[in-house]
T-cell receptor, first 117, second 111 residues
Framework: AQTVTQSQPEMSVQEAETVTLSCTYDTSESDYYLFWYKQPPSRQMILVIRQEAYKQQNATENRFSVNFQKAAKSFSLKISDSQLGDAAMYFCAYELFSSGSARQLTFGSGTQLTVLP | DTGVSQDPRHKITKRGQNVTFRCDPISEHNRLYWYRQTLGQGPEFLTYFQNEAQLEKSRLLSDRFSAERPKGSFSTLEIQRTEQGDSAMYLC?????????FGPGTRLTVL
């Protein structure tokens, strides 16, 4: 079974600074997707960024970028120029890419990010 | 609004009562998922529909839980004889070709 581990329950960052959230995962598969989701206090999950395992290039989305290390099974999220609106719970998630499977997400336990003004 | 919607947003019930939640996915999405999220944890997969067929169920989904998706449109999740341990946020998600679209969730409190 796949597992996703987020070892930082809480992180804080000064506004306009950069912060990196860590995520490791365990899988024996070679084709999968990795995601970072943001869940603000309103509780609606929002997709931040996605990475296909077959792509060597790290995904970027504006101020958000990832460092994907497939051999190490590591998938960290870097938030640059942090803004107050970035404060939220961040979840790392794994999805097995398989036409025959449900393709459900396996989530980590989350990292609560606080942005300090 | 064309996002995933869920109803009700909050439900308080007494132990032993039955409850039913509804999820309306994005209209063209054929895949629909239910997840459960307890406080301080990430969501856990419950069940998956492709169109109207329920193709996968987690072992978290005990026999007190049942889900349907008639006609491949909206879905309902029913919990019979609720227990205090059922208190959680129940999230619905829909997709066409990739994951990404969650509803706001239904917060269930069992007294």
């Amino acid at each position: 079974a796949q597992t996703v581990t987020q070892s930082q329950p809480e992180m804080s960052v000064q506004e306009a600074e950069t912060v990196t959230l860590s995520c490791t995962y365990d899988t024996s598969e070679s084709d999968y997707y990795l995601f970072w989701y943001k869940q603000p206090p309103s509780r609606q999950m929002i997709l931040v960024i996605r990475q296909e395992a077959y792509k060597q290039q790290n995904a970027t989305e504006n101020r958000f970028s990832v460092n994907f290390q497939k051999a190490a099974k590591s998938f960290s999220l870097k938030i640059s120029d942090s803004q107050l609106g970035d404060a939220a719970m961040y979840f790392c998630a794994y999805e097995l890419f398989s036409s025959g499977s449900a393709r459900q997400l396996t989530f980590g336990s989350g990292t609560q990010l606080t942005v300090l003004p | 609004d064309t996002g995933v919607s869920q109803d009700p947003r909050h439900k308080i019930t007494k132990r032993g009562q039955n409850v039913t939640f509804r999820c309306d996915p994005i209209s063209e999405h054929n895949r629909l998922y239910w997840y459960r999220q307890t406080l301080g944890q990430g969501p856990e997969f419950l069940t998956y529909f492709q169109n109207e067929a329920q193709l996968e169920k987690s072992r978290l989904l005990s026999d007190r839980f049942s889900a349907e998706r008639p006609k491949g449109s909206f879905s309902t999740l029913e919990i019979q004889r609720t227990e205090q341990g059922d208190s959680a946020m129940y999230l619905c998600a829909s997709s066409l070709t990739r994951q990404g679209f969650f509803g706001p969730g239904t917060r269930l409190t069992v007294l």
